[in-house]
Nanobody, 126 residues
């Protein structure tokens, strides 16, 4: 059974940076595409970024393009989300997710992911 554990959230000022990590265990990490989603209070969970199994293809939501970077280290079984130039609108619980369909690229919907972490809170203060 795949387990995902996010870390790295916290409180940051507008314009600041944070790096989220998601530790993967239970299966072969390099066989999974990985994604980040977020859910703000009173809103639906939304796609943030996704990366394919070897890190060669990455896709982002328009709202974070140019500010966030998704990456992975298959030797460490970890996926990262580097968040720069943070804005109050980035405040949310951030979730990582794993997609067991290794052939899929650019998964942006929750239904395309099979496993989810518990989330980590990111709060951007103005």
């Amino acid at each position: 059974q795949v387990q995902l554990v996010e870390s790295g959230g916290g409180l940051v000022q507008v314009g600041g940076s944070l790096r989220l990590s998601c530790a993967f265990s239970g299966r072969t990490f390099s066989s999974y595409g990985m994604g980040w989603f977020r859910q703000a209070p009173g809103k639906e969970r939304e796609f943030v970024a996704t990366i394919n199994w070897n890190g060669g293809m990455r896709f982002y939501a328009d709202s974070v393009k140019g500010r966030f970077t998704i990456s992975r280290d298959n030797a460490k079984n970890t996926v990262y989300l580097q968040m720069n130039s943070l804005e109050p609108e980035d405040t949310a619980v951030y979730y990582c997710a794993a997609d067991r369909d290794i052939s899929r690229v650019g998964a942006r919907t929750q239904a395309e992911y099979d496993y989810w972490g518990q989330g980590t809170q990111v709060t951007v203060s103005s």
